[in-house]
């Protein structure tokens, strides 16, 4: 399904903290929606909510990652990783299903 780094994860419980929740009481929903300039956006949050058609991931660390149904068939074998280097810092998605990305890395096709 949807694998978090280490790196990813320790950066996704530091903004938890910030925002004053836990990975007790929310998750980290994950998804694609139109847009951008390759055909498909990611879109990344917190929730406090689980639908019941979700797809729910449990990582090492207690986070429960949620991905709709929809986005499931878009997300299957992706990474998300976080980087800090000299290229930009942020949230990457390593998609192996994806045919092209945009320069930013925040849309793609497939």
């Known amino acids: 399904m949807v694998t978090v780094s280490s790196k990813a994860l320790d950066h996704i419980i530091s903004l938890m903290m910030e925002k004053d929740i836990t990975p007790d009481t929310h998750s980290l929903r994950v998804g694609v929606k139109g847009g951008g300039?390759?055909?498909?956006?990611?879109?990344?949050?917190?929730?406090?909510?689980?639908?019941?058609?979700?797809?729910?991931?449990?990582?090492?660390?207690?986070?429960?990652?949620?991905?709709?149904?929809?986005s499931v068939l878009y997300l299957f074998?992706?990474?998300?990783?976080?980087?800090?280097?000299?290229?930009?810092?942020g949230f990457q998605f390593v998609n192996p299903n994806a045919s092209r990305t945009c320069g930013c890395g925040e849309s793609f096709a497939v």
């Open 77 to 89: 074998g992706t990474e998300l990783d976080f980087s800090d280097g000299l290229n930009g810092k």
């Open 37 to 70: 300039c390759s055909g498909l956006s990611y879109i990344m949050d917190f929730d406090d909510k689980v639908d019941p058609l979700d797809e729910v991931v449990k990582t090492k660390a207690g986070l429960n990652i949620l991905i709709d149904k929809k």
